[in-house]
């Protein structure tokens, strides 16, 4: 879903700016955000290259860095600086100058994340077992884009969501934008499919990171640490499957 030039999630932001699709603020889709909105989420902002900690443990300030935005009180050195004075007829006049607000610095540049960057989507799903048929059928609601934790230049650490949209929405993008939603086949060049029969086809990697519950909570929050959500995933993914035998097999 992420081959060179038809990243999906590039596909989906185009789609955006387009006017094409829909973003909504999240899973339950009773808000809606505007393109400049999403546009926001998924930029950051580059850091203004300051004083090393060596610099500040040594005492310097921003001010004493090339003159930052106002004069030193001293001279780098903890000397206090001297008032220039000049002489008329032999007395001695100070310079009286009025103090001015330093402006302000400039806010820090903005950039939005590469579409090969934006790797990371969130499924919300039904599950349904069709007892006629005696299978499950896994029934796609929505689906959120996020900004992965692990990038660099997401200095907060923690998975920021950018939008969701709704899974129907999205499969008519991908039928109308057949040339860009593709799902690369590496073993095949004449067969790539469309991403939205990707998607019908299960022909991606996931886990489950919250079942429905009454407190609407995380595995990792329900079991108290990202290292117990995990085993609680694995957990889950094998209770549906016994449960899906169970169901067929009574």
Do not use: C
């Amino acid at each position: 879903m992420f081959s060179e030039g038809k990243e999906i999630s590039r596909v989906i932001i185009e789609a955006v700016k387009r006017g094409e699709l829909q973003v909504y603020r999240n899973d339950s889709l009773t808000r809606t955000i505007t393109p400049a909105e999403m546009t926001s989420n998924m930029s950051y902002a580059e850091a203004s290259a300051g004083l090393s900690e060596e610099e500040k443990a040594a005492g310097f300030s921003e001010q004493d860095a090339g003159g930052g935005w106002g004069a030193a009180s001293d001279d780098g050195w903890g000397t206090p600086k001297k008032k220039t004075t000049s002489k008329t007829k032999g007395k001695t006049k100070s310079a009286v100058a009025k103090a001015k607000t330093p402006p302000p610095p400039p806010p820090p540049t903005s950039y939005e994340y590469r579409p090969k960057d934006l790797y990371q989507m969130e499924l919300k799903e039904d599950m349904i077992f069709d007892k006629k048929r005696s299978r499950m059928y896994h029934d796609i609601k929505t689906i959120t884009l996020l900004v992965p934790a692990t990038l660099s230049a997401n200095t907060s650490g923690i998975e920021k969501p950018i939008g969701t949209f709704k899974y129907s929405d999205l499969v008519r993008v991908f039928r109308n934008n057949p040339d860009k939603a593709i799902w690369f086949n590496s073993q095949n060049d004449a067969q790539h499919k469309n991403l939205a029969d990707a998607f019908e086809l299960w022909l991606f990697n996931s886990y489950i990171v919250k079942v429905s519950n009454p407190n609407d909570a995380r595995l990792d929050e329900i079991y108290g640490g990202q290292q117990q959500g995990v085993l609680a995933s694995q957990q889950a993914a094998s209770d549906l499957i016994e449960y899906e035998y169970n169901l067929w097999s009574f």
